[in-house]
């Protein structure tokens, strides 16, 4: 099983590259960094990646469409169970009212 999920994300990653290249962009891919303090980044980004079907963008535009309805989404509607079961903007909402 976990042979074939290295296999996706190889490919994953191939078609990014491809579609960088043709989109004739500069991309900045890091490596997964395990630094405590980017904690609340690796989490969005590890949604983010599993999420997210970048292949249905034809364009940057399309690209950057998604990825903005993508951040409502977790913003909005993503609960965590880190943030008791709330969405963040709920969560945020919560801090502010006590």
């Known amino acids: ?9 190889v490919v994953r990653r191939f078609q990014l590259k491809n579609l960088v290249k043709t989109l004739r962009r500069t991309a900045n891919v890091s490596r997964r960094g395990n630094c405590i303090n980017n904690a609340p980044i690796e ?36 609960k965590q169970w880190n ?5 963040p903007v ?3 909402n919560h801090l502010i009212a006590a």
């Open 90 to 92: 709920q969560y945020r």
């Open 43 to 78: 989490l969005f980004f590890g949604h983010f990646k599993d999420d997210l079907d970048f292949r249905q963008a034809t364009s940057l535009a399309e690209l950057k469409g998604l990825v903005d309805d993508y951040m409502e989404h977790f913003n909005g509607t993503h």
């Open 83 to 87: 943030l008791k079961k709330m969405t």
């Open 1 to 9: 099983m976990e042979k074939y999920k290295a296999i996706n994300e």
